[in-house]
């Protein structure tokens, strides 16, 4: 079974310095992982997701995150964080093994910017 | 952009009183889902309906959950007798096709259910 460990469940940083939201995944096969972020009050965002090419994904707003499977690790990462950059953010599996690929999400990181 | 869209935004309900809560899912996408997320704690698949059926469902969606597409555009879940630990935001979503390559998965923001 698929399954995502977010390892901190609140991050707090400075603005302007770097993001590390960690993120570690078990699959049973080569796993698709994304990155969702939640403001408050809002829906559910894709920030990033990977899916068995490049290893080092791009997102949007300046995320990143890189897949590493000797660590079974996808961290999220961003050099420099900025107070908009405040939500809660979600690591995600892609379950193969129903019928239409559900997701399975970690139990979320709350990142507080501080000024 | 296209969006989806859920009403209401906040229901409140006695325990046992039926609630419907609507999601429109963009107009091209196929396959639709609901999840739901219990304060406090992590996001939750409950259903997936495609081609006008469900497709699959998790061990949360019993027999007191129903979803349809009653008419080509809006999607709907149902709870017939709704309990206290319904209360949660629940989540509709919508995607183009079925395999992770072919589009991401687009959240609504959710629509919150308190059960008193």
């Known amino acids: 079974a698929q399954s995502v460990t977010q390892l901190d469940s609140h991050v707090s940083v400075s603005e302007g310095t770097p993001v590390l939201l960690r993120c570690n995944y078990s699959s049973s096969y080569s796993p698709s992982l994304f990155w969702y972020v939640q403001h408050p009050n809002k829906g559910l965002q894709l920030l990033l997701k990977y899916t068995s090419a490049a290893t080092l994904v791009k997102g949007i707003n300046g995320f990143e995150a890189e897949f590493k499977k000797s660590e079974t690790s996808f961290h999220l990462t961003k050099p420099s964080a900025h107070m908009s950059d405040a939500a809660e953010y979600f690591c995600?599996?892609?379950?193969?093994?129903?019928?239409?690929?559900?997701?399975?999400f970690g139990t979320g990181t709350l990142l507080a910017v501080q000024p | 952009e296209p969006e989806v869209t859920q009403t209401p935004s906040h229901q409140v309900t006695q325990m046992g009183q039926e609630v419907i809560l609507r999601c429109v899912p963009i107009?091209?996408?196929?396959?639709f889902y609901w999840y739901r997320q219990i304060l406090g704690q992590k996001v939750e698949f409950l259903v997936s309906f495609y081609n006008n059926e469900i497709s699959e469902k998790s061990e949360i969606f019993d027999d007191q959950f129903s979803v349809e597409r009653p008419d080509g555009s809006n999607f709907t879940l149902k709870i017939r007798s709704t309990k206290l630990e319904d209360s949660a935001m629940y989540f509709c979503?919508?995607?183009?096709?079925?395999?992770?390559?072919?589009?991401?998965?687009?959240f609504g923001e959710g629509s919150r259910l308190t059960v008193l």
């Open positions: 995600v599996v892609s379950d193969y093994g129903g019928a239409t690929n559900k997701l399975i």
């Open positions: 107009s091209n996408h196929l396959y």
């Open positions: 979503a919508s995607k183009i096709g079925i395999s992770a390559n072919t589009g991401e998965l687009f």
